[in-house]
């Protein structure tokens, strides 16, 4: 199995840019389809983006393509995500989440991805 630490997160005023990484630890982690999510308060778990196993293919929500870049460093064993020009919808808890797969693919469906990390807070204030 994998753990995930998800760091990077914090209070920006819209228009800003974070970048959250997210650690990996356990099995090797070219072995798992990388993917981040967020959840609003009283809203439901949504697909971000995500990001194959060698970091060759991504996918993205459409309300963050153009702006969230995803992506991956396997020889450090962490996953990233750069978020630029933020809006306050874009103000959620976010998680990373790993699927363990053959398959070099990006994975976009929650219910896919067996393990998670602790999620960190992004607060976006207009």
């Known amino acids: 199995q994998v753990q995930l630490v998800e760091s990077g997160g914090g209070s920006v005023q819209a228009g800003g840019s974070l970048r959250l990484s997210c650690a990996a630890s356990?099995?090797?982690?070219?072995?798992?389809?990388m993917g981040w999510f967020r959840q609003a308060p009283g809203k439901e778990r949504e697909f971000v983006a995500a990001?194959?196993?060698?970091?060759?293919?991504?996918d993205y929500a459409d309300s963050v393509k153009g702006r969230f870049t995803i992506s991956r460093d396997n020889a450090k064993n962490t996953m990233y995500l750069q978020m630029n020009s933020l809006k306050s919808g874009d103000t959620a808890v976010y998680y990373c989440?790993?699927?363990?797969?053959?398959?070099?693919?990006?994975?976009?469906?929650?219910?896919?991805?067996?393990?998670w990390g602790e999620g960190t807070q992004v607060t976006v204030s207009s």
């Open positions: 990001i194959s196993w060698n970091g060759g293919t991504t």
């Open positions: 989440a790993a699927k363990f797969t053959g398959w070099n693919t990006p994975v976009r469906f929650r219910n896919e991805y067996r393990y």
């Open positions: 356990g099995r090797t982690f070219n072995d798992y389809a």
